[in-house]
């Protein structure tokens, strides 16, 4: 299995620019989330969803759009992308019945200029 | 607001020493409680992780001491190596769905 998977790892972004962030799991996994971190303030839950076709808001979604259609992808879309976006973006996911476990992917560092 | 305070920023423990990461918390509602080890340029990994029926559990050397009435939680790194050197964060949940992290400590174990 690859664990979750998210791509580019690494992307400059101009401001206004849009971009989508992609995340894949392979572990049939019906949580997944989005979170960034910025340095000295730990992680923070952007938007997460329990399923197939749902999502919601997480602590900081303002900016940023989600979709999930599938139960191994959950695309994360940026519109407009502003200075206040530079930081690192981390995708998980985990399973159901009372195993909270989040599995985390690599990563994908972003700045926008 | 921070939803899950965690202190110290950083710490600085000799190899073979006990290193000692808090915790609090103020929503009772939260239900499951994880620590998170993450080195430089890699994804969070659950190390260990706390449910608030029990005051206390240990995993090799790694231990999560639980006060439910102090709605604090710590995390004792036994015998620390130079390999435990990472960065550690707590955090807390609601039935899997919102997690809230603290805002990480730096550990670095000397030789």
């Known amino acids: 299995n690859a664990g979750v998977t998210q791509t580019p790892k690494f992307r400059i972004l101009k401001i206004g620019q849009s971009m989508t962030l992609q995340c894949t799991q392979d572990?049939?996994?019906?949580?997944m989330y989005w979170y960034r971190q910025d340095p000295g303030m730990g992680l923070k839950l952007i938007y997460y969803s329990v399923g197939a076709g749902i999502t919601d808001k997480g602590e900081v979604p303002n900016g940023y759009n989600v979709s999930r259609s599938t139960t191994e992808d959950f695309p994360l879309r940026l519109e407009l992308a502003a200075p206040s976006q530079t930081s690192v973006y981390f995708c998980a996911s985990s399973s159901t019945g009372g195993h909270y476990e989040q599995y985390f992917g690599p990563g994908t560092r972003l700045t926008v200029t | 607001q921070q939803q899950v305070k965690q202190s110290p920023q950083s710490l600085i423990v000799q190899k073979g020493g006990i290193s000692i990461i808090n915790c609090a918390y103020e929503n009772t509602a939260f239900d499951y409680f994880p620590w998170y080890q993450q080195f430089p340029g890699k994804g969070p990994a659950l190390l260990i992780a706390?449910?608030?029926?029990?005051s206390e559990k240990k995993e090799g050397r790694f231990t999560i001491s639980f006060n439910k009435s102090a709605k604090q939680f710590s995390l004792h790194i036994m015998d620390s190596q130079p390999g435990d050197s990472a960065t550690y964060f707590c955090a807390a949940s609601i039935s899997g769905n919102q997690f809230y992290f603290g805002t990480g400590t730096s550990l670095t174990v000397i030789p």
């Open positions: 572990m049939n996994h019906n949580y």
């Open positions: 706390i449910r608030p029926d029990v």
